[in-house]
């Protein structure tokens, strides 16, 4: 039985994953912004389950005390913490717009950073644990149709790929998570095609790399072959392509 914590706790990748999790045992807390929901979706996890559940109230914003935060929610240790929480904007709204574009790198890059920072002594110094972080496929190259949102979780493919190394040592794990399409809420206006996946899928996925201690997981894994490929088409072409 393992101690999780997830944040954004209320996405549907993070609510699938925490149900596979409460069908285990584990015991969970949950962070998020909507307290109602969080309530509801912890009465259903107990139901399915779950050890002790835990709530509690988290925000992406510049003022959030991230020290703070980490500090609440480790009294006893945790042995994973799953980042979750992302906001995906219509890029042709943000891109000219400062604020807008700070907000939307406060949500998907800054926040995660600062949330792995506040944590990361905190699991060097137990010896143990899982910090997974759901980055995206965007990530891997820019394109003009959502290339706020892709610097962002570039930003943290990054910065979880030196954690990965900075923790190596000290047993800690540090597992990188790349869904392609997924159909939830944050992709409630776009068609659905032949590559899009459900949230289960990803959250079954999640679970094996858990299991498996894998570094960066592309989910499905399909992904992992159509990114090589797009990373490797020479930017002179790239530029010309309505992507
Ligand atoms: N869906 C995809 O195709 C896809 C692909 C690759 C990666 N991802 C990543 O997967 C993760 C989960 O997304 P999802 O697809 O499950 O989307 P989702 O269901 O729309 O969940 C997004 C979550 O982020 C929370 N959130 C947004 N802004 C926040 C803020 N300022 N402070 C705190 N929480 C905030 C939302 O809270 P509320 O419930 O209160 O709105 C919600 O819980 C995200 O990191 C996303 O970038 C998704």
């Given at each position: 039985m393992?101690r999780?914590?997830?944040?954004g706790?209320?996405?549907?990748i993070?609510?699938?994953?925490?149900?596979?999790?409460?069908?285990?045992?584990?015991?969970?807390?949950?962070?998020?912004?909507?307290?109602?929901?969080?309530?509801?979706?912890?009465a259903?996890?107990?139901?399915?389950?779950?050890?002790?559940?835990?709530?509690?109230?988290?925000?992406?914003?510049?003022?959030?005390d991230?020290?703070?935060?980490?500090g609440r929610?480790?009294d006893?240790?945790?042995?994973?913490?799953?980042?979750?929480?992302?906001?995906?904007?219509?890029q042709?709204?943000?891109?000219d717009d400062?604020?807008?574009?700070?907000?939307?790198?406060?949500?998907?890059?800054?926040?995660?950073?600062?949330?792995?920072?506040?944590?990361a002594?905190?699991?060097a110094?137990?010896?143990?644990?899982?910090?997974?972080?759901?980055?995206?496929v965007?990530?891997?190259?820019?394109?003009?149709?959502?290339?706020?949102?892709?610097s962002?979780?570039?930003?943290?493919?990054?910065?979880?790929?030196?954690?990965?190394?900075?923790?190596?040592?000290?047993?800690?794990?540090v597992?990188?998570?790349?869904?392609?399409?997924?159909?939830?809420?944050?992709?409630?206006?776009?068609?659905?095609?032949?590559?899009?996946?459900?949230?289960?899928?990803?959250?079954?996925g999640?679970?094996?790399?858990?299991e498996?201690?894998?570094?960066?997981?592309?989910?499905?894994?399909?992904?992992?072959?159509?990114?090589?490929?797009?990373?490797?088409?020479?930017?002179?072409?790239?530029?010309?392509?309505s992507l």
């Amino acid at each position: 039985m393992a101690r999780i914590l997830i944040v954004g706790a209320t996405s549907a990748i993070a609510i699938a994953s925490a149900r596979l999790f409460a069908a285990r045992g584990d015991d969970l807390v949950l962070a998020a912004r909507n307290e109602e929901r969080l309530g509801s979706l912890a009465a259903d996890l107990r139901v399915r389950g779950a050890g002790a559940v835990d709530t509690v109230s988290f925000m992406a914003q510049p003022q959030q005390d991230y020290q703070g935060f980490a500090g609440r929610v480790w009294d006893q240790g945790l042995d994973c913490l799953l980042l979750a929480h992302g906001s995906l904007r219509s890029q042709d709204r943000c891109q000219d717009d400062v604020t807008a574009s700070r907000r939307e790198f406060e949500v998907n890059a800054l926040s995660t950073i600062c949330l792995l920072a506040a944590f990361a002594g905190r699991f060097a110094e137990q010896g143990a644990g899982n910090m997974v972080v759901i980055s995206s496929v965007a990530g891997d190259r820019g394109r003009q149709s959502n290339y706020l949102y892709g610097s962002a979780k570039a930003a943290v493919s990054t910065y979880c790929q030196g954690l990965r190394n900075r923790m190596h040592s000290s047993g800690v794990r540090v597992i990188t998570i790349k869904p392609g399409f997924v159909d939830t809420p944050m992709t409630a206006g776009f068609e659905k095609g032949l590559l899009w996946t459900q949230p289960e899928q990803i959250a079954s996925g999640i679970l094996r790399a858990l299991e498996r201690g894998s570094d960066v997981v592309y989910l499905p894994w399909f992904w992992r072959y159509i990114m090589l490929v797009i990373r490797l088409i020479p930017e002179r072409w790239f530029k010309r392509l309505s992507l």
